[in-house]
């Protein structure tokens, strides 16, 4: 009797793949956040806009659950 144990070279399964993806679009998601701030002018400096919550708080919260997903993403066993 042959088991069918097909091995097609891939080191995780679809599902791990697709976690992946995921993963990586909250990660381009938390980084997306932190854009922006800037200024035409070299003499102006808005502090309020540059240390908002949204940058200072929440986009690093978003890339660490990202990555955090990621690591899920690639320990999750394929089922086959």
């Known amino acids: 009797?042959?088991?069918?144990?097909?091995?097609?070279?891939f080191a995780?399964?679809?599902q791990n793949y697709?976690?992946?993806a995921i993963g990586?679009?909250?990660?381009?998601?938390g980084f997306s956040?932190?854009?922006?701030g800037g200024t035409d002018d070299p003499k102006v400096f808005?502090?309020?806009?540059l240390f908002s919550f949204?940058?200072?708080?929440?986009?690093?919260?978003v890339i660490l659950a990202g990555f955090i997903f990621e690591i899920y993403a690639i320990m999750k066993k394929p089922n086959n």
Do not use: D, S
């Not at 949204?54 to 919260?61: D, E, H, K, S, W």
């Open 33 to 36: 956040l932190m854009v922006g």
């Open 12 to 14: 995780l399964g679809k």
């Open 54 to 61: 949204r940058r200072i708080t929440l986009a690093p919260i």
């Open 18 to 20: 697709i976690l992946l």
């Open 46 to 49: 808005n502090a309020e806009e």
């Open 1 to 9: 009797m042959k088991e069918n144990n097909e091995n097609h070279g």
């Open 24 to 29: 990586f679009a909250i990660i381009l998601i």
